[in-house]
């Protein structure tokens, strides 16, 4: 079990630029989500879905575009980076066993992806 | 909607001493609640977490956190810190949103231990 990866490990971006962070997960996990961290703020929701084709916002969506095709993947896209994107992106996955509203279990990160926008 | 607050966003403790970071909840209805650690340059792993069975949770690491309802509280404690506990650690809850359960975290805590 490779557990949650994320590639690429590191970026810089010019202003304008758009990227595809990669992140997929071989645990079979129903859930996966995306957060960002930055110093002072802890870690912010900004995607998720529940399953394949089904996604949704969390609390900070402007900027990223999101898609799930398959339980595995869940590419987070920045359509046109900007500073303000600089940050660390965390994916996350865990199983849904109760269903949706009722999961408690464990959710499981990626390595991270620190991004610099110039 | 569920909250949690981390109070203090740096604690440093001797190496052997306690261990205590706080965490403060805020739901409306009996929450889940979890403990992360972060070590440097590296992702979350869980602690420990709370899904309304004991009171008392028992960790990795040596880590407890204990919950109690009536201060909306979940610190988290270990009775001895090593210089390998330092590290980032988020305190985080559950909440449903649209039937859906989604999970907000604390702004998190940096512990320092000093030899």
């Known amino acids: 079990n490779a557990g949650v990866t994320q590639t690429p490990k590191f970026q810089v971006l010019k202003t304008g630029q758009s990227m595809t962070l990669q992140c997929a997960q071989d645990?079979?996990?129903?859930?996966m989500s995306w957060y960002r961290q930055d110093p002072g703020m802890g870690l912010r929701l900004i995607h998720y879905?529940?399953?394949?084709?089904?996604?949704d916002q969390g609390e900070v969506p402007n900027g990223y575009n999101v898609s799930r095709s398959t339980t595995e993947d869940f590419p987070l896209r920045l359509l046109s980076a900007a500073p303000s994107q600089t940050s660390v992106y965390f994916c996350?996955?865990?199983?849904?066993?109760?269903?949706?509203?009722?999961?408690?279990?464990?959710?499981?990160f990626g390595p991270g992806t620190r991004l610099t926008v110039l | 909607a569920q909250s949690v607050t981390q109070l203090g966003s740096h604690v440093s403790v001797s190496e052997g001493a306690l261990v205590l970071l706080r965490c403060n909840y805020s739901?409306?209805?009996?929450?889940?609640l979890f403990w992360y650690v972060q070590y440097p340059n590296q992702g979350l792993q869980l602690l420990l977490k709370?899904?309304?069975?004991?009171?008392l949770v028992k960790g990795i690491n040596g880590f407890e956190a204990e919950f109690k309802k009536s201060e909306t509280s979940f610190h988290l404690t270990k009775p001895s810190a090593h210089m390998s506990d330092a590290a980032e650690y988020f305190c985080?809850?559950?909440?449903?949103?649209?039937?859906?359960?989604?999970?907000?975290f604390g702004i998190g805590t940096k512990l320092q231990v000093i030899p």
């Open positions: 709370y899904t309304s069975a004991a009171t």
């Open positions: 739901s409306s209805v009996p929450p889940y």
């Open positions: 645990m079979n996990h129903e859930y």
């Open positions: 879905s529940v399953g394949a084709g089904i996604t």
């Open positions: 985080a809850v559950t909440s449903n949103s649209g039937g859906y359960q989604k999970v907000t």
């Open positions: 996350a996955s865990r199983s849904l066993p109760g269903g949706p509203a009722t999961s408690t279990d464990t959710q499981y």
